[in-house]
C-alpha cells in the first residue's frame, strides 16, 4: 500500500513542471513552440526566482510566456528576444548570465580576494620569520642557565 501511494506521488510530482505552460499558450506551429519552450527554459520567473518560466505557474511566468510567444510569431530571433526581455527585466532574468564585464568582475572578484590575502599572509609570515620572538636573558637568567646546562 505504501509503495503504491508513493510511486503515485512520485508520478505526480515528475509532471508538476508540464502543468506550467497553459494549453492556451501552446503556438500552433511545433517548429515556434519548440523554440519558445527553449527560451523559456532560459528565463528567469521573476516572482519564484529559481525557476524558469516554463516551470513556474505565476502570473508574471504566464505573461513572460505569452510575450516570447507573441515576439517568436512575429518573426523575432530568439537573441532578439532575449535582448527584448533582458532590455526590460535586466540580466537577472537570465538564468545563465551572458560573459561580459560585470559578470567576469562579479565571479572574478572572490578569487581576486583570496589570492590577496594569501600572497599578503605569505609576506607576513616570511617578514615576520626572522624576527626574534622574546627577549635578551638578564645576567641572573643566563648564570642560571650555565649552571642548568653544566650539569
Known amino acids: 500500500m505504501m509503495q503504491r501511494l508513493l510511486l503515485i506521488l512520485a508520478l ?4 508538476a513542471p508540464a ?6 499558450e501552446v ?25 524558469s518560466i516554463d516551470d513556474s ?3 508574471l511566468a504566464k505573461d513572460l510566456r505569452l510575450l516570447v510567444r507573441q515576439r517568436i510569431s512575429d518573426g523575432d530571433t530568439d537573441e532578439a528576444v532575449l535582448n527584448y526581455i533582458v532590455s526590460r527585466y535586466g540580466e537577472f532574468v537570465l538564468l545563465k548570465p551572458r560573459l561580459n564585464v560585470k559578470t567576469v568582475l562579479l ?14 599572509l605569505l609576506v607576513f609570515a616570511r617578514r615576520r620569520a626572522g624576527r626574534p620572538t622574546g627577549s635578551k636573558l638578564t645576567a641572573e637568567e643566563q648564570a642560571r642557565l650555565s649552571e642548568l646546562l653544566d650539569k
Open 12 to 15: 505526480l510530482l515528475t509532471a
Open 19 to 24: 502543468f506550467a505552460v497553459n494549453p492556451d
Open 27 to 51: 503556438l500552433a506551429d511545433p517548429a515556434l513552440e519548440a523554440r519558445a519552450r527553449t527560451l523559456s527554459a532560459e528565463l528567469r520567473c521573476m516572482v519564484c526566482q529559481n525557476q
Open 57 to 59: 505557474n505565476a502570473e
Open 107 to 120: 565571479w572574478g572578484t572572490p578569487v581576486l580576494l583570496v589570492l590577496a590575502g594569501g600572497v599578503s
